[in-house]
């Protein structure tokens, strides 16, 4: 089973083939679903339960809750695209080059401190959590795949002094 270290590319392996390979593993299998998920649950909460609760807060907590209801979707829809790039790659409707493009990437996040407000519903508080744990994950999974990896062409040093080596004293 394909883990974090397997997303790292060895000598010799372009970050494409590093993307390809993530996009058939087991792991992004987990963390699709995972993302999915979070993204129908917390819909189906937003549309129901905290719409009623939502009706029950006081004004500025009211306010509270239409603005990190609005970072949770954000969050989640950076989430999702990216993960969808990547089911693309697997499907074949992007090539892993194309899913390497900058525009894809995630940015990195401000630490979020606490909700704005205490009177928030707990279950939008756990959406919220959820959902900042699950972009740190695919955040770090996005850096060892696209940024941490070497770039195809970029001289490896190691190579270069063993080179060096063999054309002066030989295999």
């Not at 080059?97 to 939008?124: G, Q, S, V, W």
């Amino acid at each position: 089973m394909p883990t974090d270290a397997d997303i790292i590319p060895s000598a010799g392996r372009s970050r494409a083939a590093v993307v390809d390979d993530f996009a058939r593993s087991e792991l992004f299998d987990r963390t699709f679903r995972e993302g999915m998920e979070l993204v129908e649950d917390t819909a189906a909460y937003l549309d129901g339960d905290g719409r009623r609760e939502s009706k029950l807060l006081s004004r500025a907590t009211a306010l509270a809750y239409a603005g990190e209801s609005m970072k949770l979707t954000t969050r989640l829809m950076q989430i999702a695209s990216w993960l969808l790039v990547q089911r693309a790659v697997r499907e074949g409707d992007m090539t892993a080059l194309a899913a390497c493009e900058a525009r894809y990437r995630l940015t990195d996040r401000k630490p979020e401190t606490e909700p704005t407000n205490n009177e928030l519903p707990i279950a939008l508080v756990e959406y919220l959590v959820r959902a900042e744990k699950l972009y740190d994950r695919v955040l770090h999974l996005d850096r060892r795949m696209y940024l941490d990896a070497p770039e195809e062409d970029a001289i490896n040093p190691v190579q270069s002094q063993l080179d060096r080596l063999t054309a002066a004293f030989g295999s």
